[in-house]
T-cell receptor, first 117, second 113 residues
């Protein structure tokens, strides 16, 4: 079964600094999607960035970028110029195609990011 | 567009009671799903649906029923609530295409005493 592992329960970063959140996954598939979601105290789940496995180029969205290492099954999120509003729980997720042709998401346990002023 | 809506926002149940968590979306999304979020466990998939009349089990389906009679609605039923079902429940939806992004509702916090 596919799994997603986030080994850092909590991370801290100084405002304006850079932080990297780790995620590893296990799969035998070659075609899949990976996501990072942000969950602020409001509990709303917000998509931060996504990566298609067949693309070698790492995805970027403004201050957010990923380091996708397909062979190592690693998908880390880098947040540059951290802001107080980045403080949240961050979830890594993997989208798997089922045998019936549909798909389902598998989430990691999350990393709580604290941003220090 | 209201997006994905969930009702109620918060509910307290006694053990053995039944209830239905409502989820609706107005984006004509084929794919809808239910997750539960527990501390230290991330989000775990309960049930999902790829269209009206089609549902399937996720990772933790026991104790929950779903049905999908319309594209817009995907209710989650707890037939006999147990304290282990105390959690925050999220509904999500997306278009069916493999490139599509999943949108989440605001969540329902459920406490079973």
């Amino acid at each position: 079964a596919q799994t997603v592992t986030q080994s850092q329960p909590e991370m801290s970063v100084q405002e304006a600094e850079t932080v990297t959140l780790s995620c590893t996954y296990d799969t035998s598939e070659s075609d899949y999607y990976l996501f990072w979601y942000k969950q602020p105290p409001s509990r709303q789940m917000i998509l931060v960035i996504r990566q298609e496995a067949y693309k070698q180029q790492n995805a970027t969205e403004n201050r957010f970028s990923v380091n996708f290492q397909k062979a190592a099954k690693s998908f880390s999120l880098k947040i540059s110029d951290s802001q107080l509003g980045d403080a949240a729980m961050y979830f890594c997720a993997y989208r798997d195609r089922t045998t019936s042709g549909t798909y389902k998401y598998i989430f990691g346990t999350g990393t709580r990011l604290k941003v220090l002023a | 567009n209201a997006g994905v809506t969930q009702t109620p926002k918060f509910q307290v149940l006694k053990t053995g009671q039944s209830m239905t968590l409502q989820c609706a979306q107005d984006m004509n999304h084929e794919y809808m799903s239910w997750y539960r979020q527990d501390p230290g466990m991330g989000l775990r998939l309960i049930h999902y649906s790829v269209g009206a009349g089609i549902t399937d089990q996720g990772e933790v389906p026991n104790g929950y029923n779903v049905s999908r009679s319309t594209t817009e609605d995907f209710p989650l039923r707890l037939l006999s609530a147990a304290p282990s079902q105390t959690s925050v429940y999220f509904c999500a939806s997306s278009y069916r295409g493999v490139r599509e992004t999943q949108y989440f509702g605001p969540g329902t916090r459920l406490l079973v005493l």
